[in-house]
């Protein structure tokens, strides 16, 4: 059992800067993946970006060189820097994290903190 605990959103303007944390109750490297998603008021939980074990990244296109995705393995954490938001970014992000378990691929979920992009 692994707790995700993702924080770090709040009320922006547009073009503001955020940083979201995702805490892991023990160590990520036994995570392969490990990656923010979103969801929308009305839309469905889509990929923003992800980062595997070894460091590559992935990220949606519509999010391409605004935000990075990193992960500090000495502390659990992982992260999501946004800069230059948009009204469109605004959302719940929740973190989520990949565990090979046995012969099963568990997959954790954070309960998710609120992105609001407004002026």
């Known amino acids: 059992q692994v707790d995700l605990v993702d924080a770090g959103g709040d009320l922006v303007q547009p073009g503001g800067s955020l940083r979201l944390s995702c805490a892991a109750s023990?160590?990520?490297?036994?995570?392969?993946?490990m990656g923010w998603h979103r969801q929308a008021l009305g839309k469905q939980r889509e990929l923003v970006a992800s980062i595997t074990s070894d460091g590559r990244t992935q990220y949606a296109d519509s999010v391409k060189g605004r935000f990075t995705i990193y992960r500090d393995n000495a502390k659990n954490m992982m992260y999501l820097q946004m800069n230059n938001l948009k009204p469109d970014d605004a959302a719940v992000y929740f973190c989520?994290?990949?565990?090979?378990?046995?012969?099963?691929?568990?997959?954790?979920w954070g309960r998710g903190t609120q992105v609001a992009v407004s002026s």
């Open positions: 023990r160590s990520i490297l036994d995570f392969t993946t």
């Open positions: 989520n994290a990949h565990s090979p378990e046995g012969s099963r691929d568990v997959t954790y």
